[in-house]
């Protein structure tokens, strides 16, 4: 099987690749947007902290 | 909980508190990450490339290796919070209620990767992208259900009184779910019925049983990390001005 056979998917490839797409966008999202959430929210805690200290 | 032995309420009362269980997390988190990528890949590899095209549907069949895992576990998510809910009226215990509000984005996001990915294979297939029948509308339902946790615990400013409503919600709501699960027996649907949950004799093959079987695994493991990171986040949010965040704070810097 060659690799455009493979990404064109019985013809099906408009239908196969975004549903793979889709999934991994939101899985990716759901993961990735609480940790970086929780690092700007740590930030800024240790800089209200800093400043409570002086 | 007089009735629970008490090295085993005295496991779950220290695991349950904060501090420890964001150690815990951080602990577990990168085993869980190896064993999801394992997972995924080998279903994946089975999935797209070891399976062989189905005989009726071709190659569009492969959305099912993401379609079925996601809506089984919109469905199992629904319920675990229900059960989360539940703990958290009956025992005040603050970690059921980090975990039922961190559980819910998870959710909202495999019901709507059900709902696309079944309206991307529906096309092809049916020759429509939706139809108003009884599988449909009750997964949409399930959608709504989760926004409405997640609004709801967003509306409500004193966040013990907004875990009580949104831990009522999810009880209420959880009716919805055998709903779904028997409407394709209970209503004529144009969605097909179940092809696997029918353990004596599933109509469908091992070969690609097998990658729908690691894929679901693979999306249960995923399940667990993410919602370890939303209630590292959670637990921050809430206990922000506790001493065990602030050493954590001083650990950091």
Same mark, same amino acid.
């Given at each position: 099987?060659?690799?455009?056979?493979?990404?064109?998917?019985?013809?099906?490839?408009?239908?196969?690749?975004?549903?793979?797409?889709?999934?991994?966008?939101?899985?990716?999202?759901?993961?990735?947007?609480?940790?970086l959430q929780r690092k700007q929210l740590l930030r800024q805690l240790a800089l209200k902290q800093k400043r409570?200290?002086? | 909980?007089?009735? +629970?032995?008490?090295? +085993?309420?005295?496991? #779950?009362? &220290?695991?349950?508190?904060?501090?420890?269980?964001? !150690?815990? %997390?951080? &602990?577990?988190?990168?085993?869980?990450?190896?064993?999801?990528?394992?997972?995924?890949? !080998?279903?994946?590899?089975?999935?797209?490339?070891?399976?062989?095209?189905?005989?009726? /549907?071709?190659?569009?069949? &492969?959305?099912?290796?993401?379609?079925?895992?996601?809506?089984?576990?919109?469905?199992?998510?629904?319920?675990?919070?229900?059960?989360?809910?539940?703990?958290?009226?009956?025992?005040?215990?603050?970690?059921?209620?980090?975990?039922?509000?961190? =559980? %819910?984005?998870? @959710? !909202?996001?495999?019901? #709507?990767? !059900?709902?696309? *990915?079944?309206?991307?294979?529906?096309?092809?297939?049916?020759?429509?992208?939706?139809?108003?029948?009884?599988?449909?509308?009750?997964?949409?339902?399930?959608?709504?259900?989760?926004?409405?946790?997640?609004?709801?615990y967003g509306a409500i400013e004193d966040k013990k009184a907004a875990a009580k409503a949104v831990s009522i919600?999810?009880?209420? @709501?959880?009716?919805?779910?055998?709903?779904?699960?028997? =409407?394709?027996?209970?209503?004529? *649907?144009?969605? /097909? @019925?179940?092809?696997?949950? $029918?353990?004596?004799?599933?109509?469908?093959?091992?070969?690609?049983?097998?990658?729908?079987?690691?894929?679901?695994? %693979? #999306?249960?493991?995923?399940?667990?990390?993410?919602?370890? /990171? %939303?209630? $590292?986040?959670?637990?921050?949010? &809430?206990?922000?001005?506790?001493?065990?965040?602030?050493?954590?704070?001083?650990? $950091?810097?």
């Open positions: 099987m060659s690799f455009e056979q493979f990404l064109n998917m019985g013809g099906y490839g408009w239908y196969v690749w975004p549903s793979y797409a889709l999934t991994a966008l939101v899985l990716l999202i759901n993961c990735l947007s609480p940790m409570g200290q002086r | 909980m007089s009735w +629970i032995p008490t090295p +085993i309420s005295r496991f #779950f009362h &220290r695991t349950s508190s904060p501090p420890h269980f964001y !150690a815990l %997390a951080d &602990r577990w988190l990168p085993w869980l990450t190896a064993l999801f990528l394992l997972l995924l890949g !080998a279903g994946l590899y089975g999935g797209l490339y070891l399976a062989p095209a189905d005989y009726q /549907q071709g190659d569009s069949y &492969r959305i099912i290796y993401v379609h079925v895992p996601a809506a089984w576990m919109s469905l199992f998510i629904y319920v675990l919070m229900a059960v989360m809910g539940a703990i958290a009226l009956v025992w005040r215990m603050k970690l059921a209620e980090v975990m039922l509000i961190s =559980s %819910a984005p998870i @959710g !909202a996001g495999f019901t #709507f990767i !059900a709902l696309v *990915t079944g309206s991307l294979w529906g096309k092809p297939m049916w020759g429509t992208w939706w139809v108003w029948d009884a599988r449909l509308t009750s997964e949409l339902i399930l959608l709504f259900l989760y926004l409405g946790v997640i609004s709801l919600l999810a009880l209420v @709501g959880v009716v919805n779910i055998p709903i779904i699960h028997y =409407s394709v027996e209970w209503w004529n *649907t144009l969605h /097909q @019925g179940p092809t696997v949950t $029918k353990i004596d004799k599933p109509s469908i093959h091992v070969s690609m049983l097998v990658p729908l079987l690691l894929m679901a695994l %693979a #999306f249960k493991v995923y399940y667990l990390i993410a919602v370890l /990171q %939303a209630a $590292k986040l959670e637990l921050v949010r &809430r206990e922000a001005s506790s001493q065990w965040v602030k050493n954590l704070l001083e650990t $950091k810097s």
